[in-house]
């Protein structure tokens, strides 16, 4: 029990978090089934919700997950992520991290691409204009960028080169297939924004 509670004193922040997001699965009932549409369009958060001044979706959209397996993979991912991040670096550090490039991704996201692209009338751009997304891969990938930014330079290299590559591939792959692979067009995006960020962040702050 002793060890339980060193290790929660150790990862306070990445706790938090694991509680939050259980709590509105069970709430949700994401736990077992999909988010329903209904809840998705509430509280997801898409780019053009920016033009209407809706910010807070930037925050909403954290705690929820499409449900199923994607929230038991967001839970190991927060888990492993942010709670090896947070261990490195430090509470403060990691949090900031988490949140400061899941606010940074989808801006840049937002601002740089989707709105752009879709003033342009360009499929894509209406796709990731107009495509509602929830979940913390954002901030998760971000931590894992800064996690591995602060490994030896031969593992350091490997590991970028390694997830760089995947995240590549699966933007890649989601842009050509139909439909954008079914709405994760969007999210693969936010991810190949998300980990460079992170590693970019990890270069700067001690741990």
């Known amino acids: 029990m002793t060890s339980v509670v060193n290790f929660l004193r150790r990862v ?3 706790f938090v978090m694991l509680l939050l997001v259980v709590l509105a699965g069970v709430a949700t009932m994401t736990h077992y089934d999909g988010l329903r549409p209904t809840l998705l369009r509430r509280f997801g958060f898409a780019p053009f919700h920016l033009s209407g001044g ?8 954290v705690f929820l997950t499409a449900g199923q397996w994607s929230f038991y993979g967001s839970l190991a991912m927060l888990a492993g992520c942010v709670g090896s991040a947070e261990r490195r670096v430090g509470t403060w550090r990691a949090a900031a991290a988490f949140w400061g490039i899941h606010l940074a991704t989808l801006l840049i996201q937002s601002v740089l691409l ?5 003033h342009f009338d360009l499929w894509w751009g209406k796709l990731l204009a107009t495509e509602h997304d929830v979940g913390p891969s ?5 931590c894992l960028g800064v996690l591995c930014q602060k490994q030896n330079p031969s593992r350091r290299l490997w590991l970028l080169s390694v997830i760089g590559g995947i995240l590549l ?7 050509l297939s139909p ?10 995006i936010a991810h190949l924004i998300a980990f460079p960020l992170g590693v970019a962040l990890g270069k700067r702050i001690r741990g």
Not at 54 to 61: A, E, I, Q
Not at 114 to 118: D, E, G, M, V
Not at 169 to 175: C, F, K, L, Q, Y
Not at 179 to 188: F, H, N
């Open 114 to 118: 989707a709105i752009p692209l879709h």
């Open 179 to 188: 439909a954008g692979r079914q709405g994760s067009l969007g999210p693969d």
């Open 54 to 61: 809706d910010f807070v979706r930037l925050l909403t959209s």
């Open 12 to 14: 306070p922040f990445t």
């Open 138 to 142: 954002a901030g998760y990938y971000g």
């Open 169 to 175: 591939a699966r933007v890649i792959w989601s842009a």
